[in-house]
């Protein structure tokens, strides 16, 4: 079993030239059977199988990694973490979330660089003020908290911003305190050796090919190393749902599209925390290094491959340049993609079935490394119980059916404008 983390194994690893670390987590094979079985080893699958192991006592779970672990969204993003949404369906759930990052670390026993350092949406309308205002009351309701800020306010704290844009001057902000960002990589690392540490196999390079079916249920999985059976089966998969589910002749409602991110070279401490411009779709924070992490809309269609293409490249820099326009003297370091799960109303899906033994996970669309707390903690009590917890009680895959849509931004089915 991998070492408790503190101060004394500092010191004595100091002492003994770093030769008493193990590793964070064990190599497993694969075990011919499993009493569940999560496909995706991404900060969602390996947090459903640490709450499985910590709250529910299950611990003969696998999580099949078809590469490595977080080589998929969770740790291709933009690490803001925050829990300012307006409607009941969404708001409990994300503030859930909320309340597992600020124990998080301490929980893990691995520091995952959890920032408090605060989100503002600039408000660049009389409109958009009203809209902001009914959202951050819904926030103060459910114990968010938020603040609405007036342009002198956000002047003092962003000089830098362009606040006499002709077209989006800005007018004022949105703002919650308790948002910011955490380190995704260790997110990841962290939520692998503490599933690992409860007795959960994590196998890394086994991609899901396909399932074992009995009289219709969901019995196990065909992998890239052999088949394994499983008395429930859970895909947390992100982007790649649809590509799985379509061997049980599943049609899911969701698109995956690219989503690309960007960070520059590193600079002094220049942004307080997180800055979104959503008029212009453009957004950015600074990382503990002092590079600008930005990034903007999704690229304009539908695919499955992991990288993204110019003109999404130029849109999110004409963002980035209306709004504080010194960053045209910035140098780029490094731009990438990841594949989202981009939902028809923008919220998720946390469900049992539709098909005996299986059970979902997926619909994170921008935004899902907020939620990994939550969605594990949610995911693994859906599993355990075969019912939905009341914080994802919404996140019903059957709502496109019956017409419960959460459609957080009244935008319809219009995966580019949640
Ligand atoms: C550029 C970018 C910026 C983002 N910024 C933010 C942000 O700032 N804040 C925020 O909250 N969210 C953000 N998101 C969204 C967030 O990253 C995702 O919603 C979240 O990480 C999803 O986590 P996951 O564990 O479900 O998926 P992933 O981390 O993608 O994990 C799924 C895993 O499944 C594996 N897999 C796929 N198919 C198979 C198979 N057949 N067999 C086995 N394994 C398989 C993949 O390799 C992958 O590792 C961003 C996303 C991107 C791409």
Not at 28 to 47: F, S
Not at 114 to 138: E, F, K, M, T
Not at 240 to 268: C, I, W, Y
Not at 355 to 367: D, H, I, K, R, S
Request: aromatic residues 10%; contains cysteine.
């Amino acid at each position: 079993m991998s070492a408790r983390y503190s101060f004394l194994s500092l010191i004595s690893n100091a002492l003994n030239g770093q030769t008493g670390w193990r590793p964070a987590w064990r190599n497993a094979p694969p075990k011919p059977a499993y009493d569940v079985i999560i496909v995706g080893g991404g900060g969602h699958g390996l947090a459903t199988a640490y709450y499985l192991a910590k709250e529910h006592g299950i611990r003969n779970v696998a999580v099949l990694e078809k590469g490595h672990i977080g080589s998929g969204n969770a740790g291709r993003n933009t690490t803001i973490i925050r829990s300012n949404y307006l409607l009941p369906g969404n708001e409990p759930f994300y503030e859930w979330s909320m309340k597992l990052w600020e124990g998080l670390e301490q929980d893990l026993n691995y520091n995952a660089m959890v920032s408090q350092r605060g989100i503002i949406n600039l408000i660049h309308s009389d409109a958009q003020r009203d809209a902001y205002a009914r959202r951050g009351n819904a926030m103060r309701l459910a114990g968010a908290g938020s603040e609405l800020l007036d342009a002198e306010t956000v002047r003092k704290m962003c000089p830098f911003l362009n606040f006499d844009n002709a077209r989006f001057p800005i007018k004022g902000g949105l703002m919650q305190p308790r948002a910011g960002t955490a380190r995704h990589d260790a997110v990841v690392w962290g939520y692998a050796r503490a599933a690992d540490r409860l007795g959960v196999d994590i196998i890394q390079n086994c991609e899901v090919t396909g399932f074992i079916r009995d009289k219709g249920a969901v019995v196990g999985v065909e992998t890239t190393r052999g088949a394994i059976r499983g008395g429930k089966v859970a895909l947390a998969v992100a982007g790649s749902t649809s590509r799985l589910t379509r061997h049980l002749d599943l049609r899911m409602p969701l698109e995956s599209h690219v989503l690309q991110a960007f960070v520059s070279e590193g600079l002094k401490p220049l942004i307080p925390g997180v800055i979104t411009f959503g008029m212009g779709h453009f957004y950015v924070s600074q990382s503990d290094k002092g590079g600008l992490v930005f990034g903007g809309d999704i690229d304009g269609y539908n695919s499955y491959a992991q990288r993204g293409n110019m003109p999404v490249v130029e849109d999110v820099l004409e963002g980035g340049m209306a709004l504080m326009p010194m960053i045209g003297r910035l140098r780029l370091l490094r731009s990438w993609g990841g594949l989202v799960d981009m939902s028809m109303d923008g919220s998720p899906i946390i469900d049992v079935g539709p098909l005996p033994g299986l059970y979902l996970n997926t619909g994170w669309n921008y935004g899902g490394f907020k939620a990994t707390p939550a969605s594990g903690w949610c995911f693994a009590y859906t599993i355990a119980q075969d019912r939905a917890h009341d914080f994802n009680a919404a996140f019903r895959l059957d709502r496109f059916r019956s017409g419960h849509i959460i459609d957080e931004k009244g935008v319809g089915a219009q995966p580019n404008l949640h």
